[in-house]
């Protein structure tokens, strides 16, 4: 099969074309012909390497897949062969009490795929069954692969860590971003007001077709000014974050008294300085969130399906260009599209589809 591999962490030139042996799947494992996936700045990290975080090499990125079931165990019975189906990238171990719970994320044997074992940018992957989640012909390949790593990351963010509600004033930052569009969608669905960050007047007219309420331009204006005045001085219920270091203390400031802070990412650093007296006197929640549990990707897809949440597609590439695609998401490059009612649209960056793709 055509796959791209990482031999070593480096620049745009370590993404490798190779053609390797189709995986093997095992019994209570799918094979899946992989169809369509998509760049998050997790593949950019994984190319690039991290200190202190080991990555097995040589290996394949890709965290989103859709596709179609190429192969499967005898004991699989909830797919067939043929079937359209999307996969839930984080792998659990399925017996430990959280994953019995239902919170497979927070296994202590959690992995992803394209980052602790061989992932989706390939034209055939292979995942434990319970990973598999059958596809209406509702949703593209595409859009599907757009929308399953960033929407499950901001639906726990804001359903399950935040509690939002209707009336919450919600501050959502980088809304262009992957997240960010999910982010701004999702707390419109749950009756919040949006308040959302991004980088040009460009992007904040996107912004706005997604349901942003009111969109601030960080390039030109101070963003906790700018919430103090969108909200009669009282700051936001809560504040959606994946940048951490730069805009870290502009968040603590913009949020109204018992507010809560969830982060989950830090594309801008990782050392951020908290000043405790925020934290104490305002009575503020900073709350760590990390993908989300398997079972709400089915909750997300329904509402893909009914039109209600959109997947938005920067550009299709070829699995050829996915140095190209790489340099779009990692230079901020992409732009979302028009967003007025497309269901084919979404995604943080630019979603590819494999060689096996039409």
Request: overall charge positive.
């Amino acid at each position: 099969m055509k796959c791209v591999r990482i031999h070593e962490h480096g620049g745009y030139d370590k993404l490798i074309l190779e053609e390797i042996d189709v995986p093997k799947f095992g019994e209570g494992e799918v094979l899946v012909n992989v169809k369509a996936t998509s760049i998050n700045h997790m593949d950019i990290w994984v190319r690039q390497g991290l200190p202190g975080v080991k990555v097995p090499l040589p290996m394949i990125p890709g965290v989103d897949a859709a596709g179609i079931v190429a192969g499967k165990g005898e004991s699989v019975k909830h797919v067939s062969i043929g079937d359209r189906v999307v996969v839930a990238q984080g792998i659990s171990c399925g017996y430990c009490k959280f994953c019995l719970n239902g919170d497979d994320n927070l296994c202590k044997e959690y992995i992803l795929i394209g980052e602790h074992r061989d992932g989706a940018d390939a034209e055939y992957l292979v995942v434990p069954a319970r990973n598999i989640i059958r596809l209406s012909e509702k949703i593209s390949f595409e859009a599907a692969a757009a929308s399953a790593l960033v929407f499950l990351t901001a639906w726990q963010m804001i359903v399950d860590k935040a509690h939002t509600k209707p009336g919450d004033d919600v501050l959502v930052i980088g809304a262009s971003s992957g997240v960010g569009s999910a982010a701004v969608q999702i707390s419109k669905l749950h009756g919040a007001r949006v308040i959302a960050t991004t980088s040009s007047d460009e992007k904040a007219t996107k912004v706005k077709q997604l349901g942003a309420d009111e969109v601030i331009n960080y390039k030109k204006q101070k963003v906790s000014e700018e919430v103090r005045k969108l909200t009669g001085k009282k700051g936001v219920e809560v504040i959606i974050d994946h940048v951490g270091k730069a805009v870290w203390e502009e968040n603590i400031k913009s949020l109204t008294k018992g507010g809560k802070l969830v982060t989950c990412g830090a594309t801008s650093g990782y050392d951020a300085i908290t000043d405790l007296r925020y934290i104490f006197y305002k009575q503020l929640q900073i709350i760590g969130s990390t993908m989300g549990r398997k079972g709400d990707l089915v909750t997300i897809l329904k509402f893909i399906e009914e039109g209600k949440l959109k997947p938005v597609i920067d550009r299709v590439l070829p699995l050829k260009d996915v140095r190209e695609a790489h340099r779009i998401v990692e230079e901020g490059k992409h732009v979302l599209p028009d967003a007025g009612g497309h269901t084919n649209l979404r995604n943080l960056s630019s979603a590819y589809q494999s060689a096996k793709s039409v």
